[in-house]
T-cell receptor
Framework: SQQGEEDPQALSIQEGENATMNCSYK?????LQWYRQNSGRGLVHLIL?????REKHSGRLRVTLDTSKKSSSLLITASRAADTASYFC????????????FGQGTRLTINP | NAGVTQTPKFQVLKTGQSMTLQCAQD?????MSWYRQDPGMGLRLIHY???????DQGEVPNGYNVSRSTTEDFPLRLLSAAPSQTSVYFC??????????????FGEGSRLTVL
């Protein structure tokens, strides 16, 4: 069973625009992580936000976490063609720690 | 550091055959895991290990075996391949951070087709 569900499933924007992806989950968590996957490649870790944190920044990435709503969002500002990839949220549930559960991903396309 | 290395990258099997997907990491990570990725399903955890000699089942363990004799290696064995096991398999590792999961480092994947 998938813990995280992502929305939208696909997103297409123009270069320079901001991209926002959302993730909802079902159970209490230790942390939530976001990963990027380029076509045909392995996943690459982007950012981790702990359950007691509400917002975190890393370069052009901004992640928010609302544990009361069991949701998170990933914002990529000033998008570039190289940001074209699939983005996955992964939750580390308190029950079953270290068994990261991935969502189905958002396919992001940046048009030049 | 090579990171997480998976072999083979591509494999075609016939139904009923067995094979082993190899995974090695050179980061001295305690935690290692295997996921499978299918279209529209995201990644699903097959088996994981929190240290040498310790393994446990994930969400979809049936048809797969693992062992962890060393910190570096975590092979995944398909006992009798079935077409439903056609997938892309990813090995991942991380440091333990207490009871919480840490950042996963992924291999490049092994694409398996079962005919």
């Amino acid at each position: 069973s998938q813990q995280g569900e992502e929305d939208p499933q696909a997103l297409s924007i123009q270069e320079g625009e901001n991209a926002t992806m959302n993730c909802s989950y079902k159970t209490s968590i230790n942390n939530l992580q976001w990963y990027r996957q380029n076509s045909g490649r392995g996943l690459v870790h982007l950012i981790l936000i702990r359950s007691n944190e509400r917002e975190k920044h890393s370069g052009r990435l901004r992640v928010t976490l609302d544990t009361s709503k069991k949701s998170s969002s990933l914002l990529i500002t000033a998008s570039r063609a190289a940001d074209t990839a699939s983005y996955f949220c992964a939750t580390d549930p308190i029950q079953g720690a270290q068994k990261l559960v991935f969502g189905q991903g958002t396919r992001l396309t940046i048009n030049p | 550091n090579a990171g997480v290395t998976q072999t083979p990258k591509f494999q075609v099997l016939k139904t009923g055959q067995s094979m082993t997907l190899q995974c090695a990491q050179d980061m001295n990570h305690e935690y290692m895991s295997w996921y499978r990725q299918d279209p529209g399903m995201g990644l699903r955890l097959i088996h994981y290990s929190v240290g040498a000699g310790i393994t446990d089942q994930g969400e979809v363990p049936n048809g797969y075996n693992v062992s962890r004799s060393t910190t570096e290696d975590f092979p995944l064995r398909l006992l009798s391949a079935a077409p439903s096991q056609t997938s892309v398999y990813f090995c991942a590792s991380s440091h333990r951070t207490g009871e919480a999961g840490g950042e996963l480092f992924f291999g490049e994947g092994s694409r398996l087709t079962v005919l």
